[in-house]
């Protein structure tokens, strides 16, 4: 026995029902709290980290300000040094015997000696002559420097008259530990003091370990973070070696905004989100990068979520428990209408609610039944009406073919005979008399494969003696499909169509191809004709002219195209390919259907192949 206040319940308003649940429930202004809180928590915090790049930023410019200064400084010393100048001079103005340039090798080694490590962190010295050739001095492997320094290189250091940075490059070595390391060069031309002559150019190598030495020294753990990039775009210092000489782009997967402007933005770095901000060292047109991953950065905001969520599963605990009574009653006949709605979309009529409360909800149950009853109904109607229709319309192509086609084929019969050409006319009697023996069949309206390629090789060989100036035909159908069920005069209104208004308009004569296979499942027909093909608007056009009652041309064809469908499905039916002056195909597709010895399909005896 049900209890009292239960149909009391039923019977209030829907409208009622979702106001006391909403009332009873925290849910929507606690995702709105967590929400904003969320945000404006990771804006204060990325904001913070923003700002502590940039003093981070600003410090490793200070520091790579000092270190740059220091070595053209230190490259200004070296030139203008009297014994290097003296030296230089002397090589240039006089020929040397061998004792003299070793003399002049040991003073240029003596001078070059005090401008590098480990009195400074330039890291070795090298002397080039006008010419480009090398001096071979110190620790450094001039053919090494050979690709970099060029003739067209040191004309412009020379023109220059300043101290000139290189790019990122890979400095040999003759003897030491180390054999090569990546590293700059810091040129300058020695100008001679007195007589303004140019004696050649001094190079100060600095490594990249020295420069990447700036980062270090803001914390050794954000040694990776920073990178150092080049007028160009290549990386040419980096606390991440494996990155050197490559382009910046390449990190950031292909967006190239980041460098454009001096700020800070977030964008995609190593597969994952990072804060990046860039300055530009407008000494050498270099840019300074500090990359921070955001899920470092908020990680402060995930505690502070992680904590309203936690208050949150308590109040949404606390609301459920108290909104449970109301979901039980409410959400089961809302839920079982919707899951009768879904059965309806899958294609299930017969699906039914059998609500029986006097609600809302059962007032649109009982609706939805009586809906699905009345649907089911016309469906049925429809389904009857449309078959009939598409029955009639096929008998009247059929008798519209028979007579039509009968005649022509008589006067052609009789042009043949008064030719004297006996056995053609014949040949086209047999071929009349097998056309219709098919065509007829006891009145089946489906019929093997085999009798459907007879009739059409029939009817083709009727319209050869009409046509034999503009057309030509071959039909390739496999044996292994001969036995399979097919609806009678599917072919033979494609072949018409592809002979009255493919080949016959065409100026020479064409070929008609008719192709039969087995695709898996599947019956596959192509009917090709190198005519003159059709516009995509035409071929639209003819594929749904059965129902909107257009010409000959299109009735055809768009009627076998609707009646397969019909019969089989939407996923079978024609297919239309063309080009215009080139060619038509049209493809036919139909399931794999033998037949009973009455002529109808056997659906149980499909090929499984």
Not at 84 to 99: F, G, H, N, V, Y
């Amino acid at each position: 026995m049900p209890k009292p206040h239960r149909g009391l319940f039923q019977n209030i308003s829907i409208k009622n029902k979702i106001l006391i649940l909403c009332i009873s429930t925290v849910l929507i202004p606690l995702l709105i709290l967590s929400y904003f809180a969320a945000q404006i928590s990771s804006k204060a915090i990325i904001e913070k980290a923003r700002h502590s790049s940039l003093r981070e930023i600003a410090l490793v410019e200070r520091n790579l300000a000092s270190i740059t200064t220091n070595a053209e400084d230190y490259i200004r010393i070296l030139v203008l040094d009297y014994r290097l100048q003296e030296t230089m001079d002397k090589i240039a103005k006089m020929d040397r015997s061998l004792l003299q340039e070793l003399e002049e090798k040991v003073v240029l080694s003596e001078v070059l000696g005090n401008v590098t490590f480990p009195a400074t962190r330039m890291s070795a010295a090298s002397i080039v002559l006008n010419d480009g050739s090398f001096i071979e001095l110190g620790a450094v492997d001039a053919s090494s420097l050979k690709p970099v320094f060029d003739k067209a290189y040191i004309r412009e250091i020379i023109d220059r008259q300043k101290p000139v940075w290189s790019s990122l490059f890979p400095i040999s070595y003759r003897y030491g530990m180390q054999t090569s390391e990546n590293g700059f060069a810091i040129s300058k031309s020695i100008v001679h003091k007195y007589s303004g002559e140019t004696l050649g150019v001094a190079l100060l190598f600095l490594s990249e370990k020295e420069l990447s030495s700036v980062y270090k020294e803001q914390s050794a753990e954000l040694d990776k973070r920073f990178y150092l990039v080049d007028d160009r775009g290549m990386i040419i210092s980096s606390g991440n070696k494996d990155h050197l000489y490559r382009p910046f782009d390449e990190l950031t997967e292909g967006q190239r905004n980041f460098l454009t402007q001096d700020g800070t933005r977030v964008g995609t770095l190593f597969d994952q989100k990072m804060l990046i901000t860039v300055k530009t060292f407008d000494k050498l047109n270099w840019k300074i990068v500090n990359i921070v991953p955001l899920h470092e950065i908020t990680v402060e905001k995930d505690n502070i979520v992680k904590l309203i969520a936690f208050v949150g599963c308590l109040c949404l605990l606390a609301a459920v428990t108290a909104a449970y009574m109301l979901s039980n009653r409410i959400s089961k006949p809302i839920l079982r209408l919707a899951q009768a709605m879904k059965s309806v979309i899958r294609g299930n009529m017969d699906v039914r609610t059998k609500l029986t409360s006097s609600d809302e909800i059962g007032i649109l149950s009982g609706g939805f039944d009586r809906m699905m009853d009345q649907m089911k109904k016309l469906m049925s109607d429809i389904y009857l009406e449309q078959q009939a229709k598409r029955e009639s319309e096929f008998k009247l192509m059929q008798s519209q073919i028979k007579p039509h086609f009968l005649y022509n084929t008589l006067e052609t019969i009789v042009s043949l005979s008064k030719l004297g050409l006996m056995n053609d006319a014949i040949t086209a009697t047999k071929n009349l008399a097998g056309f219709y023996r098919i065509s007829l069949s006891n009145g089946n309206d489906r019929i093997r494969v085999e009798e459907e390629v007879q009739l059409t090789r029939d009817y083709l060989s009727i319209l050869f003696y009409r046509y034999v100036e503009f057309m030509d035909y071959r039909i390739e159908v496999e044996e292994s499909i001969l036995g399979y069920a097919v609806p009678k005069l599917t072919l033979q209104p494609i072949v018409e169509n592809a002979v009255y208004h493919g080949l016959k308009k065409r100026m020479t004569k064409g070929m008609l191809v008719v192709k039969g296979y087995a695709e898996k499942e599947t019956i596959v027909f192509e009917i090709e004709d190198d005519g003159v093909g059709m516009d995509e608007t035409t071929i639209r056009e003819m594929l749904k002219a059965r129902e909107e009652g257009h010409g000959s041309q299109s009735f055809g064809v768009g009627s076998v195209h609707s009646r397969i469908r019909l019969l089989y499905g939407e996923e079978y039916g024609l297919t239309i390919e063309s080009r215009i002056g080139q060619y038509t195909r049209v493809t036919i597709r139909l399931p794999k259907q033998k037949l009973h010895e009455r002529g109808e399909p056997d659906a149980e005896s499909s090929d499984r192949g």
